[in-house]
């Protein structure tokens, strides 16, 4: 069956290092990957979107890499602050068409310790 | 701009009561969706619609009604609350099909008692 794992356990992180986030699919063949930030009684908020056909994107601090051979995601958040500190979901498409059928991953939190 | 809008914030249902939880968007998207968030489950999708008077169902849609009579609300009914139901909605909404970012709203905490 279909499946988004991300790490149920909470990433804690020193001020200034780099955090990553690991997302892992299985029976999927997504056309895009999304990752959203959700804080405590918040919607998700979008980050960034990344296509099949790219291995990497970056806005920011933020480094999403997208590898269909592992059918893996990772985040990556470079000099990382309390501020980012929530929860990060993945979502994927399992088809090459219909927002309807994005799937979203249970999240990881993350904590940025000072 | 408002973005996503959704009422109320919380609410508290007895067992078998039917309410109306409203979203509205002011971005003109064509594209919502009303989702379901349980601990450990992730956002499981309830239903969507793909522009005024078109809607569908997703994944878990039993006990729920929508409509989309205008392009900017889209309500979620619930018909006969049960304590299976009690759960944080979201709202969202996006301009197209795939490919593009998801709007959400606040969330309702609801809890069926």
């Known amino acids: 069956s279909q499946k988004i794992e991300q790490n149920s356990e909470a990433l804690n992180i020193q001020e200034g290092k780099t955090a990553t986030l690991t997302c892992n699919y299985t029976n999927y063949s997504p056309a895009y990957l999304q990752w959203y930030r959700q804080d405590p009684g918040r919607g998700p908020v979008f980050l960034l979107l990344i296509r099949e056909n790219e291995k990497e994107k970056r806005k920011e601090r933020l480094k999403v890499t997208f590898d269909t051979t592992l059918k893996q995601s990772l985040f990556h958040i470079t000099a990382s602050q309390p501020a980012d500190s929530a929860t990060y979901l993945c979502?994927?498409?399992?088809?090459?068409?219909?927002?309807?059928?994005?799937?979203f991953g249970t999240g990881t939190k993350l904590q940025v310790i000072p | 701009n408002a973005g996503v809008t959704q009422t109320p914030k919380f609410q508290v249902l007895k067992t078998g009561q039917s309410m109306t939880l409203q979203c509205a968007q002011d971005m003109n998207h064509e594209y919502m969706s009303w989702y379901r968030q349980d601990p450990g489950m992730g956002l499981r999708l309830i239903h969507y619609?793909?522009?005024?008077?078109?809607?569908d169902q997703g994944e878990v849609p039993n006990g729920y009604n929508v409509s989309r009579s205008t392009t900017e609300d889209f309500p979620l009914r619930l018909l006969s609350a049960a304590p299976s139901q009690t759960s944080v909605y979201f709202c969202?909404?996006?301009?197209?099909?795939?490919?593009?970012?998801?709007?959400f709203g606040q969330g309702t905490r609801l809890t069926v008692v």
């Open positions: 979502a994927l498409d399992p088809d090459s068409g219909g927002y309807q059928k994005v799937t």
């Open positions: 619609s793909v522009g005024a008077g078109i809607t």
């Open positions: 969202a909404s996006s301009t197209s099909q795939g490919y593009t970012e998801a709007f």
